[in-house]
């Protein structure tokens, strides 16, 4: 249900984790004071000012044109044998800020599909930092992960996700996720994220992938709004292209 790897681009991704220094610096000059470290953040952000600074450079990296293929590039080979070699890629790679003690970062455990969400697709989930214990996010392994599903609704209707997370955490894996790695997971497996109780930030990336020809769940999270092609073949390309004679019966 998930795995954990070296990313495959690692220059890459340390030019992102530089440019993301970049923007920083650009809204304040006080982070230079972290000499680079974006553990110790939170030393220099305001929690008030954390969403309004994750949707600046959220909103700046979606707007580059080399963001979404070096993203891809960061699991290319990996996602091509889990999940296929004619991709797509969600529309828009989320970003995330964790501060220390931050409750109001917290993605209590839940699954995509029971919001809309493809099962086909996979997630990958990159950390900026070092990424261990409740810095990083938390998952139901499959064999647990079914037997909660049975109980899924009655637990909903008693307290909601928080009761879930109560009947489940004991059974959830921290992934350990050193920077420079990656976790690629399937969003059917119960997943998400609790107050970071350590001393430093987290800074993380997500986003989902799916086969371009598997199921679409609705238009709303369909080809060409939710998801955008990242690797096509030839052939495909002249598939889509061709349009029959009028009058003649395909066969």
Not at 41 to 62: A, P
Not at 107 to 123: A, K, L, M, R, T
């Amino acid at each position: 249900g998930f795995l954990i790897k070296k990313c495959e681009n690692r220059k890459a991704l340390d030019m992102l984790k530089k440019e993301i220094l970049e923007l920083l610096y650009k809204v304040d000059i006080k982070f230079k004071k972290m000499n680079g470290n974006l553990n110790y953040l939170h030393k220099f952000l305001n929690q008030e000012e954390v969403n309004e600074i994750r949707m600046n450079i959220y909103s700046e990296l979606n707007s580059y044109e080399w963001f979404r293929p070096t993203y891809f590039s960061f699991a290319r080979k990996t996602l091509e044998e889990i999940v296929g070699r004619e991709l797509v890629i969600q529309n828009r790679i989320n970003f995330n800020i964790m501060m220390p003690f931050d409750d109001g970062s917290n993605i209590h455990p839940h699954i995509d599909p029971h919001s809309g969400e493809s099962p086909f697709q996979c997630v990958l989930w990159i950390p900026l930092t070092n990424a261990f214990g409740n810095k990083s996010i938390c998952l139901l392994p499959p064999e647990e992960n079914d037997k909660a599903l049975k109980h899924f609704d009655r637990w909903m209707k008693l307290g909601g996700r928080k009761r879930i997370y109560e009947e489940v955490k004991d059974k959830l894996i921290w992934a350990n996720v050193p920077y420079g790695s990656f976790i690629l997971f399937s969003p059917t497996l119960l997943h998400g994220s609790v107050m970071n109780d350590t001393n430093e930030t987290r800074l993380s990336f997500n986003t989902r992938f799916k086969s371009l020809f598997s199921p679409y769940v609705s238009q709303e999270k369909g080809l060409g709004t939710f998801y955008l092609p990242i690797r096509t073949s030839a052939a495909t390309h002249f598939g889509l292209r061709y349009n029959p004679p009028k009058g003649l019966n395909n066969l």
